[in-house]
Nanobody
Framework: VQLQASGGGSVQAGGSLRLSCVVSGKIFTISAMNWYRQAPGKQRELVAGITSGGSTNLVDSVKGRFTISRDNAKNAAYLQMNSLKPEDTAVYYC???????????????WGQGTEVTVSS
């Protein structure tokens, strides 16, 4: 199982980016998909999460600016980031809870990070 994150880059404050995370490999079902971020010198924090049914949660600092969505048919999740601020600068990681067989337990997987830099 692999999680491939993409879409990071450098933008000016007020700009937008769209991150994508695609899960590949032997997958039976994916429950939650999440985006975390880690800024230099800070702990990794949960930014947004979405269940298989589409319920979402966002950290307060990004509400009204970020939107998380997913395409279950593509085993993918997306993070649309608008009105970016310098404090959004971080490495963003995708994360998923999934099962690889009907009777198997759920495991948590991480993708590699994609870097987002927002300049003022």
């Amino acid at each position: 199982v692999q999680l491939q994150a993409s879409g990071g880059g450098s933008v000016q404050a007020g700009g937008s980016l769209r991150l994508s995370c695609v899960v590949s490999g032997k997958i039976f079902t994916i429950s939650a998909m999440n985006w975390y971020r880690q800024a230099p010198g800070k702990q990794r924090e949960l930014v947004a999460g979405i269940t298989s049914g589409g319920s979402t949660n966002l950290v307060d600092s990004v509400k009204g600016r970020f939107t998380i969505s997913r395409d279950n048919a593509k085993n993918a999740a997306y993070l649309q980031m608008n009105s970016l601020k310098p404090e959004d600068t971080a490495v963003y990681y995708c994360n998923a809870d999934l099962r690889i067989s009907p009777a198997g337990r759920s495991y948590n997987y991480w993708g590699q990070g994609t870097e987002v830099t927002v300049s003022s």
